[in-house]
């Protein structure tokens, strides 16, 4: 079974410049989120989607974060313009649906930063 | 609001002795349970989970949980550690929240460093 696919795997970029990042979830899987993983915490959910729907965007700072899952697969996560706490790692997870108590899967992350 | 808290940043312990690293949880309502570890440069990998039913749970790589009502915590146990199991281990609670969906909350990961 194919893993939480993930690109880039690294990105620098300047501050105020624009950035996306993608992910491909697992085949099936449903629930779709994003965190943020700043390095010595845990990881902070941006975005959750229920096939293309969000359920939970409550911590994404909707003035320069924008995600999209428009057919219900992959997902693009995107921030405009950057800024340097933005320098994090930028993990996708799935997992199967919602109303299930099933653990979510990982992808490896793409390593934000912005100098 | 949910929460979930590890106490100890870090913890060290000798290879071949048994290892321990705290959880703790606050929620209203049954929490569901996960223990993640994350390797360095890696996504977060699943080891165990706890829904219902019996309080130990057995996972990955050896390890086991013991999910303790009274305590509200849920501590990861493996009897004996192995160099290779150091890395980031991360506590997260899981409940359903008031839209109809289930809401995750991580710690802020422990640790482990297993000393030759």
């Known amino acids: 079974e194919a893993g939480v696919a993930q690109s880039p795997r690294y990105k620098i970029i300047e501050k105020r410049q624009s950035v996306a990042f993608w992910c491909n979830p697992i085949s099936g899987h449903a629930t779709l989120y994003w965190y943020q993983q700043i390095l010595g915490q845990g990881p902070k959910l941006l975005i959750q989607f229920q096939n293309n729907g969000v359920v939970d965007d409550s911590q994404l700072p909707k003035d320069r974060f924008s995600a999209e899952r428009l057919k219900g697969v992959d997902s693009t996560l995107k921030i405009q313009p950057a800024k340097l706490e933005d320098s994090a790692v930028y993990l996708c997870?799935?997992?199967?649906?919602?109303?299930?108590?099933?653990?979510?899967?990982f992808g490896q992350g793409t390593r934000l930063t912005v100098v | 609001a949910q929460s979930v808290a590890q106490p100890e940043d870090q913890v060290n312990v000798a290879e071949g002795n048994p290892l321990t690293v705290k959880c703790t949880y606050s929620v209203s309502g049954n929490p569901y349970l996960f223990w993640y570890v994350q390797y360095p440069n890696r996504g977060l990998q699943f080891l165990l989970k706890?829904?219902?039913?019996?309080?130990l749970v057995k996972g990955s790589y050896g390890f086991e949980a013991e999910f303790n009502k009274s305590q509200t915590s849920f501590h990861l146990k493996k009897p004996s550690a192995l160099v290779s199991d150091s890395a980031l281990y991360f506590c997260a609670v899981r409940v359903p929240s008031s839209g109809g969906y289930q809401k995750v909350t991580f710690g802020t990961g422990t640790k482990l460093q297993v000393i030759p």
């Open positions: 706890y829904i219902t039913g019996d309080n």
């Open positions: 997870a799935s997992s199967l649906k919602q109303g299930t108590y099933t653990e979510a899967f």
